[in-house]
Nanobody, 120 residues
């Protein structure tokens, strides 16, 4: 099976920075798009940023210019550098990878989530 393990969340003051990591392990042939999502209390989960296998990235309007997504294909890891954090960035952050495990097997895998809390 495939597991995604996230790290890097925590409590930070407004204007501060955090770096999230999401590392994949298990039977993996290749990884396509890697994405970061977040879910605040009472709200739906939303896409924050994603990055394709060819390193094309997209961002939610709310984080453009503040967050940067990157990937290390050798380490099977995605990163989310979050700068100039705002209280409205407070949420549980999840990573999602599109993983190929065989010639005909492609599935989505999610991390367990990591809490990011930004105090004002």
């Amino acid at each position: 099976q495939v597991q995604l393990v996230e790290s890097g969340g925590g409590l930070v003051q407004a204007g501060g920075s955090l770096r999230l990591s999401c590392a994949a392990s298990g039977r993996i042939v290749s990884i396509g798009t890697m994405g970061w999502y977040r879910q605040a209390p009472g709200k739906q989960r939303e896409l924050v940023a994603d990055i394709t296998a060819s390193a094309t990235s997209t961002y939610a309007d709310s984080v453009k210019g503040r967050f940067t997504i990157s990937r290390d294909n050798v380490k099977k890891t995605a990163y989310l550098q979050m700068n100039s954090l705002k209280p409205e960035d407070t949420a549980v952050y999840y990573c999602k990878f599109i993983v190929r495990r065989g010639p005909m097997t492609v599935d989505d895998y999610w991390g367990q989530g990591t809490q990011v809390t930004v105090s004002s």
